[in-house]
């Protein structure tokens, strides 16, 4: 895709998602807001062929994302797919599964231990028995 065209198949068509990345595109004409001035998208300053590009390479208008729109402003040459990399929402991972020796049974609770803890990162506030993290002072 070292062309800068947009790949059609990847194109983000939800309504109020940036048609390139498909994150919210913050748009107050698609979400339906109330004009309370103008809008984001006025401030960035994009070159003609910047516009050009974008009237050339999306198959309809639509509003991209404010990063999207930026991104383009600041590098009118800048790939869809270094936009897409840059700009899609992230998926947060998944907690790991639970190992054995993360926790006990004490009645109907589930207990973790500091082997838990220590596989989660931090400390989560709650105050937890087994917490091998410093108290935090109020």
Not at 78 to 100: F, G
Not at 123 to 135: T, V
Request: net charge negative; with cysteine; charged share 25%.
């Amino acid at each position: 895709m070292g062309d800068g065209l947009f790949d059609l198949k990847r194109i983000c068509m939800r309504p109020a998602h940036c048609p390139v990345c498909g994150s919210p595109n913050q748009c107050r004409l698609e979400t339906g807001e109330a004009y309370k001035g103008p809008c984001w998208c006025e401030r960035p300053v994009l070159l003609q062929r910047s516009l050009e590009r974008l009237m050339e390479n999306l198959p309809e208008s639509r509003c991209l994302c404010p990063a999207c729109l930026e991104a383009i402003a600041a590098d009118p040459d800048v790939s869809w797919d270094e936009l897409v990399e840059r700009n899609s929402p992230r998926v947060p991972e998944p907690p790991a599964p639970l190992q054995e020796g993360d926790f006990y049974l004490e009645g109907a609770n589930m207990v973790f231990t500091a082997q838990y803890h220590l596989r989660r990162g931090s400390c989560c506030g709650s105050g937890c028995r087994h917490c091998p993290y410093p108290a935090k002072e109020s």
